[in-house]
């Protein structure tokens, strides 16, 4: 049974990504998490970080036989639940045939993993956060 069906916007400021010859890798700034997804989830990724609805995704999604309904309802959990994305309003985007064709061409099923062994150093960002009177490193506060 589907449970997401909206629109989702990338949770918070502190949350960036890019896309390394077609697999995202999404960073969380404020607690050093990254994440890498799967080359279906990195399409799933792109696809509701732009605003295409849900349902529109997983109609799409499941007419190519990639990916069914019940494993993109499952994905989109996880990413809600990582913090990484947050239910939106506003108008929504087109999914687009270019990334149809490359979610139709995935071959790894839809997968997130979370790396924290980073976490520490990635949180210290000692290049931006350089205070006068606390001095270097200033380490930001997990959340």
């Not at 799967?38 to 732009?50: M, Q, T, V």
């Amino acid at each position: 049974m589907m449970q997401q069906s909206g629109i989702y916007a990338v949770a918070s400021k502190d949350i960036v990504f890019e896309s390394f010859d077609g697999e995202a890798v999404v960073l969380d700034l404020a607690t050093g998490k990254y994440f890498g997804f799967s080359d279906s989830g990195s399409r799933i990724w792109e696809a509701l970080s732009s605003g295409v609805p849900a349902s529109e995704l997983i109609d799409a999604a499941t007419a190519v036989g990639t990916v069914g309904a019940g494993e993109i309802d499952s994905f989109i959990g996880q990413l809600l639940e990582f913090g990484l994305l947050v239910p939106a309003s506003g108008a929504p985007a087109l999914l687009s045939s270019e990334l149809l064709t490359q979610l139709a061409q995935a071959r790894e099923p839809l997968k997130v993993d979370l790396h924290d062994d980073l976490a520490d150093l990635i949180v210290v960002d000692p290049i931006h956060d350089v205070e006068e009177p606390l001095g270097w490193p200033a380490v930001k506060q997990a959340t």
